[in-house]
Nanobody, 114 residues
Framework: VQLQASGGGLVQPGGSLRLSCAAS????????MGWYRQAPGKQRELVAS???????NYADSVKGRFTISRYNAKNTVYLQMNSLKPGDTAVYYC?????????WGQGTLVTVSS
């Protein structure tokens, strides 16, 4: 599975960004997809995930601000990020879990700064 992430950039505090992760195969065959992030000097952490059945899970730090969704026809998962904070600054990675294997896309940098 190849994953192509896009949508990162520089945004002011309080702003919004939408990340996209396009998969090379039908996402119906992928058990779960998600977004992780890694800030400088910190470990990679789960931000949000969505299963093939549509169940979602969010880190406490982003609940109410971020929304993960999937567009099956485009084999794409989105992460809508609102009310961004400087603490959200990180490299964001797309992840897919299929048949007990993890697949990763390249990272996309999100910088929240005035």
């Amino acid at each position: 599975v190849q994953l192509q992430a896009s949508g990162g950039g520089l945004v002011q505090p309080g702003g919004s960004l939408r990340l996209s992760c396009a998969a090379s195969i039908s996402i119906f065959s992928i058990n779960a997809m998600g977004w992780y992030r890694q800030a400088p000097g910190k470990q990679r952490e789960l931000v949000a995930s969505i299963t093939s059945g549509g169940n979602t899970n969010y880190a406490d730090s982003v609940k109410g601000r971020f929304t993960i969704s999937r567009y099956n026809a485009k084999n794409t998962v989105y992460l809508q990020m609102n009310s961004l904070k400087p603490g959200d600054t990180a490299v964001y990675y797309c992840n897919a879990v299929m048949q007990f294997r993890d697949f990763w896309g390249q990272g996309t940098l999100v910088t929240v700064s005035s």
